[in-house]
């Protein structure tokens, strides 16, 4: 499909009053449209079928298994507002996390072919080609919560965590809903801490990290003292400096319903 006609059919959408819009595809796709949403303030639901590579943005919304479980767990959701990060110098926004630094670069030397035959050892491998010549920069960091310079080579600024398997992978579960984002930085990290990191978040294996730096934030502006490549939500999209801020209650989505996936003696406390 042509992205530019986007704009047109949420138009469309919103002239005939529509109740749901469903994305049938992968994270690029589901995220063109969330974008759009996003841009035209349109309070239409998205409804995400997960049927790309990766399907992160489905994964965080609790979207997974078969297909006909999928399609039910939609047609039994509810509606929520959700937040959304955004790259002011790039006007980009994002849903899932952003990326500066290493793991930047890894998403980029990751094709997506590999990925499809290799799968999560495509990202191993991709890790050790951009650990061998990586260098650690000084890093200031200004944030609304107060300012601090980092030794780093890997920022992740996130909306959600809830594609990784293990709830306490990188940090404690991500809220998207919770009008912050998360600003965590591997320090004094190797290849080892790299790619530790990625299966404690990818298969929950135990693995503690030399150090890293979490904070919970609305707005950080990341300015290394060397340009650190930026990618959202898989896509890269340049270098820093850049400032990320948080956009809140910015895109309704289709979300699980909890009275459908919990017992029955938990849903009068579900409601309350």
């Known amino acids: 499909s042509n992205p530019h006609q986007i704009p047109v059919w949420i138009a469309e959408a919103e002239k005939h009053h529509t109740d749901l819009l469903f994305s049938a595809g992968g994270d690029g796709t589901a995220l063109a449209i969330a974008e759009q949403l996003i841009r035209m303030k349109s309070s239409i639901p998205l409804a995400v079928i997960p049927m790309g590579t990766s399907n992160m943005l489905a994964l965080s919304l609790g979207l997974h298994g078969e297909m006909e479980e999928v399609l039910s767990t939609l ?65 200031r960091i200004e944030t609304d919560l ?15 965590t809830g594609f990784l398997h293990s709830e306490q992978a990188l940090l404690p579960r991500v809220d998207p809903m919770d009008g912050k984002l998360d600003l965590m930085a591997l320090r004094a990290g190797s290849l080892v801490d ?27 502006f990341i300015n290394p003292t060397k340009p650190m490549e930026v990618q959202l939500d898989g896509e890269s999209i340049g270098h820093t400096p850049v400032t990320i801020e948080v956009r809140k209650k910015a895109l309704s989505v289709v979300v699980p319903n909890p009275l459908k996936s919990r017992p029955l003696q938990h849903q009068e406390e579900i409601l309350q």
Do not use: C
């Open 75 to 139: 047609w039994e959701g509810i509606a929520v507002k959700i937040d959304a990060g955004y790259a002011r110098e790039k006007d980009r926004y994002y849903l899932v996390g952003a990326s500066i630094g290493a793991h930047a670069e890894l998403i980029r030397r990751t094709p997506r072919m590999l990925k499809r035959l290799i799968g999560v050892f495509a990202y191993i491998l991709a890790g050790i080609r951009t650990m061998i010549g990586r260098r650690s920069a000084n890093v």
């Open 146 to 160: 107060g300012n601090w310079r980092w030794k780093t080579d890997s920022i992740e600024v996130f909306n959600t």
């Open 194 to 220: 790299l790619v530790g990191l990625l299966l404690y978040g990818l298969f929950g294996m135990r693995f503690k990290p030399w150090y890293t730096e979490h904070r919970q934030i609305e707005r950080v």
